[in-house]
């Protein structure tokens, strides 16, 4: 979506939050971010139970362990432009695209810098098309185990980093290995899939739809999302907040160290089509029965 026409063909301005995490107050939405060791509310105008702080905001300090409960969740809005995949920070007009795929350049898109792209999208060019994911998050001061998950994130970040070409990673329950998501990467793409109810019976599905996975079909049985490599920050942390929505939040998994993992090196193949002497097939890489990363076992 990239905002409905109004009667007259033209759409009505946006209104619609930038990402980030917010919780409800009241009946309203407001932003919820992490300050020091606590948290911070901060919303648009004067609130009850908000204070003006000395830039004109109003404010609610929350320190872990506040009995305070709240709805919260987290925005994140996905773009496309002619086949191009992008973060969109707010989907208020004109659209800032940032990407890495050089195919960009064919659509309009200036590079600033080495693998990077960039362009201005009006909200109303029909090409351009957002999908608004709503994740739905614990109260953090209230769950002790939100830090830890906030830790796992970034070390989920770096093993996507460190993941090269047929290397394949599992990460699952210690308890029930059937809850598991699985990351592997060829052809400079990364492939990420995760289960769905007819393997894990009590799979909260709705949730993996939310946090943008996409849905199992006939070719491919379970729920997936695809990340083209090299990738921006913000796509990585996209894709390790899909896998915890699905580990945590889908598949019921309480903190990180439930988790275990292996990884492996598949052998490499030699390509459809080609036939190579003996002597250069001896050369390809048998590939490894175990691949390390220590960040995941912490």
């Known amino acids: ?26 009946g309203v939405k407001v932003r919820l971010d992490r300050r020091g060791q606590g948290w911070v509310l901060r919303a648009d105008g004067r609130t009850p139970g908000f204070t003006r702080n000395e830039h004109g905001q ?62 201005t999208i009006p909200l109303d060019d029909p090409d351009l098309e957002i999908t608004t994911v ?21 070390r989920l970040v ?12 599992i990460i699952s329950s210690a308890a029930d290995p059937k809850r598991y998501v699985q990351f592997a990467c060829q052809s400079g793409v990364l492939d990420a899939e995760a289960p769905g109810a007819d393997v894990v019976a009590d799979a909260k599905e709705q949730i993996m739809a939310d946090a943008g996975w996409s849905a199992p079909g006939a070719a491919q049985p379970n729920w997936t999302s695809s990340l083209e490599l090299p990738a921006l920050t913000t796509e990585y942390k996209a894709l390790a907040d899909r896998c915890i929505a699905a580990l945590r939040h889908s ?21 459809a089509g080609v036939t190579w002497s003996a002597e250069r097939v001896k050369q390809l890489d048998q590939g490894s029965k175990a691949v390390e990363f220590p960040r995941l076992s912490r």
């Open 1 to 26: 979506m990239a905002g409905d026409k109004d009667s007259s063909g033209n759409r009505p301005p946006s209104t619609a939050l930038s990402a980030g995490t917010y919780a409800l107050y009241d």
């Open 58 to 119: 109003y404010v609610r300090l929350i320190a872990v362990g506040d009995p305070l409960e709240l709805e919260c969740f987290r925005l994140k809005y996905h773009g496309t432009y002619r086949g191009l995949a992008f973060e969109v920070q707010s989907p208020e007009g004109p659209v800032m695209a940032w990407t890495r795929d050089s195919r960009s350049l064919a659509e309009g898109f200036t590079q600033v810098d080495r693998g990077e792209y960039i362009k």
């Open 251 to 271: 598949y019921g998994i309480a903190r990180p160290s439930d988790l275990v993992y292996r990884a492996w090196r598949e052998p490499e193949q030699m390509p």
């Open 158 to 169: 770096e093993a996507f980093r460190a993941t090269h070409d047929r290397v394949v990673v």
């Open 134 to 154: 709503r994740t739905p998050v614990p109260t953090p001061w209230v769950d002790p185990e939100m830090p830890a998950w906030n830790d796992y994130r970034g």
